[in-house]
């Protein structure tokens, strides 16, 4: 089920619900949703109108997913490619192909002309987009480098075993190893003068300068390892295993506020200039005000997210689009929060 929220009324899409494992959710620049199913299925919603696109060509369920300004859509999957997809017809334009092993991550450059991806197969690649070929090989990682950000000339991305490496993505070539974390990182995010790290299993949560490649500030207050991280231009947003959210200050570091009213593991968080959103495995969803970290709105369907006699829904997944909380449910366990040495 995906439900379409605004700061006012919830629109209920139905999607399969309980038949095929809804995996990633993701909300593109143009206002589409897209959700990848178990399997390599692609379903594609509007927020604006009735319908939906499905995109199948993938031999293998998808986990990554991106899009670019000028309407087109980017999937990795298991099966190791990466499809470029004109949204407008649903069609596939292009195969990339490259990757020995699952696509995890994909990011689109600013300007449209490159994307980076990341793969179990320990490598990250930077691709062309107007040629379609491999330009860099990123090779320093020992382990999955499943968490990646980008911005401007940078790149940041984390492993399943701690790893973590700032790039140039002009030259492709390593500027720091960050030393410190020991165990999976299961967050990042990097801005213009810093990066950020989380996940490790004491809670802390690490601020790297991108010139020195020093660690200048451990964010302390989590007691179970931060699954989900996000910033803005005014707050960093963190939440961890025990559902508690916190806000942290991007200028001083110093801890804004701390929220533990999740009741569970916080899934996923979505950030934008305008607002935060934290998702609670049980149906929590808490909409911020971006710029003054203070509670706007409560989004709470007491009935989807109680137990019935067949099982419990719970949110596995949560997007913006635009003026819309893009809310993703499954019913019955989910394995959004993936083990650092899972299959997946």
């Keep these: 089920m995906i439900q379409a929220t605004t700061l006012s009324t919830l629109i209920v899409v139905s999607e399969a619900g309980k038949q095929r494992l809804p995996v990633t959710l993701y909300a593109t620049k143009n206002g589409e949703i ?18 939906k696109k499905l995109l199948r060509r993938h031999e293998d369920t998808v986990w990554a997913i991106a899009s670019s300004a000028d309407g087109k859509l980017y999937t990795g999957s298991r099966d190791a ?28 450059f600013s300007n449209g002309e490159r994307l980076v991806s990341s793969s179990k197969d320990n490598t990250l690649q930077i691709w062309d987009l ?27 991305s984390a492993d399943t075993k ?21 165990d999976s990182i299961y967050a990042v995010a990097m801005d ?58 991007k200028k001083t570091l110093d801890l804004h506020s701390s ?26 969803v808490k909409v911020w005000d971006g710029e003054t970290g203070d509670l706007v709105q409560h989004l709470r369907d007491d009935d989807d997210a109680a137990v019935t006699s067949e099982g419990t829904w719970h949110v596995f997944s949560v997007a913006l689009s635009g003026e819309h909380v ?8 989910h394995p959004a929060i993936e083990e650092a040495d899972g299959k997946t």
């Excluded at 070929?133 to 090779?139: F, K, M, R």
């Excluded at 701690?162 to 020991?182: C, M, N, Q, R, Y």
């Excluded at 893009?326 to 366990?333: D, H, I, L, R, Y």
């Design 162 to 182: 701690g790893g973590a490496f700032i790039w140039d993505a002009t030259t492709g070539k390593e500027v720091h190893a960050l030393s410190g974390p020991s």
């Design 192 to 249: 213009a003068e810093r990066s950020y790290t989380a996940g490790a299993s004491n809670g802390d949560v690490r601020v790297w300068d991108n010139i020195t490649g020093k660690c200048i500030a451990e964010l302390q207050g989590h007691a179970a390892f931060v699954v989900r991280l996000d910033i803005n231009d005014n707050f960093i947003a963190t939440g961890d295993g025990r559902g508690v959210f916190k806000l942290w200050s």
């Design 81 to 108: 490619t990466i499809i470029i997809w004109d949204l407008e017809n649903g069609t596939a334009i292009q195969t990339l192909q490259g990757h020995t092993s699952t696509v995890r991550t994909l990011h689109v």
């Design 34 to 51: 897209a959700l990848s199913l178990e399997g390599g299925d692609v379903l594609v919603y509007y927020t604006e109108k009735e319908g």
């Design 326 to 333: 893009v809310v993703g449910k499954w019913f019955g366990e």
């Design 130 to 156: 107007k040629t379609g070929d491999c330009v860099h090989v990123l090779e320093g990682h020992t382990a999955n480098p499943w968490k990646v950000a980008q911005f401007g000339n940078l790149i940041l």
């Design 259 to 284: 929220h533990d009213s999740q009741k569970d593991t916080v899934m996923d968080l979505a950030v934008s200039e305008r607002w935060l959103v934290s998702a609670g495995k049980h149906g929590d």
